[in-house]
Structure formats: C-alpha cells, structure tokens
T-cell receptor, first 111, second 113 residues
C-alpha cells in the first residue's frame, strides 16, 4: 500500500532555516500536503502542491517536489520559536480520497 | 465559517461504557473522514464518507466501532463497549473534493479507564 516516510525529529536554532523531508511511494499521488500540529491542537493545513509543480513558495515556506525521486521537502526560512510543532507530510490522488500521512517530524526551535 | 466542529473535546469513561463522538463538517464539504491519533501508530484513517455514504471502513478496528452520517452536516463515531486501548485523540476532517486539502477539527481526546 501507499507509504509516507519522514524523519522523526529536527532541531534548529532560532533564525536558521529548517528543512523537513518526506518520501512517498504512491506514483499516482496528485496532491501533496504539509500540515502543522501544535500541542493539544488539531492539524492545520500549511501548504500544498500539485504533482505537476516543482516548487511553491508562500512567505517563509518553500515546498520542493522531486516527482522522479518521490521526495517532498518543506523549508521554513527564519525559523521562530512559534514554529515548534509536529509537521506532517501527506498525499492523496484525488480531492475526495483519504490522505495518507507520515508519522510526523517534531521540530524543536532553540532560542 | 466555524470550521469543523467536534464534541466533546475531552471524554473520560469507564471500560465497557458506550462512547459517542460527534462531528459537524464545514458546510458545502462533501467528504468526511474520521482519524485516530496515538503515539504508537500515528494518524490512522478509520472511515470516510462521500456525499454521506460510507466508502471505506476497513480502518475501523473492530465491530465495537461504528460510524454514521445521517445528513451532510453531522456524523457520529460510536464505540460500544469501550476498552482502555481505545484511548486516543479522534479527529474528524472534511473536504470539498477540490484538492485544496482537508480541514481538521480540534479532536476529541478519549480516555478509557
């Protein structure tokens, strides 16, 4: 079945850039997403990218997609302490099918 | 828009009791998903509905779990009887089907003692 893999932990210093990586197995993935979960909260959609795109930028966030290698990354520029959270990569192949999530990457920002 | 609304936010119940979790999706969204989150297993899809019809319930752990969506604005997830291993955060999410992502509710934290 489909699988999404992420590293579990990332620690960065405040002001540095963070890069969270994700790999997926489903070659028919059409939509790829990044969600953020703060402690005790639900999942918040950060950004998404269609499989026919290579890059998407939204303020401090940059998403890069290498479809050949099935690799997705999320770069957070000028990381702040408020960015500390768990970041989930997810994919599906249509808007009405379930998202397949990775296990999440816990980002810790050191002041 | 108030987003996806789940109730209750927290539920503590004794083993063997029936538990009902509730979800109100975003108006106009035609897909609804129930997920369970635990430390050990991460986010697991339990069941999803398109246009109020259950499409895939293969993620429902056992017959003790059941879900309904009687109309476009309401869904329930019921556990009867509940067991301690059901303790988790249960999330409901809805989607418009346009590929711009799901909106998650704040979740129900269930503790079965």
């Amino acid at each position: 079945g489909e699988d999404v893999e992420q590293s579990l932990f990332l620690s960065v210093r405040e002001g540095d850039s963070s890069v969270i990586n994700c790999t997926y197995t489903d070659s028919s993935s059409t939509y790829l997403y990044w969600y953020k979960q703060e402690p005790g909260a639900g999942l918040q959609l950060l950004t998404y990218i269609f499989s026919n795109m290579d890059m998407k930028q939204d303020q401090r966030l940059t998403v890069l997609l290498n479809k050949k290698d099935k690799h997705l990354s999320l770069r957070i520029a000028d990381t702040q302490t408020g960015d500390s959270a768990i970041y989930f990569c997810a994919e599906n192949n249509s808007g009405n099918t379930p998202l397949v999530f990775g296990k999440g990457t816990r980002l810790s920002v050191i002041a | 828009d108030a987003g996806v609304i789940q109730s209750p936010r927290h539920e503590v119940t004794e083993m063997g009791q029936e538990v009902t979790l509730r979800c109100k999706p975003i108006s106009g969204h035609n897909s609804l998903f129930w997920y369970r989150q635990t430390m050990m297993r991460g986010l697991e899809l339990l069941i999803y509905f398109n246009n109020n019809v259950p499409i895939d319930d293969s993620g429902m752990p056992e017959d003790r779990f059941s879900a309904k969506m009687p109309n476009a604005s309401f869904s329930t997830l019921k556990i009867q009887p509940s067991e301690p291993r059901d303790s988790a955060v249960y999330f409901c999410a809805s989607s418009s089907g346009t590929g711009d992502g799901y909106t998650f509710g704040s979740g129900t934290r269930l503790t079965v003692v």
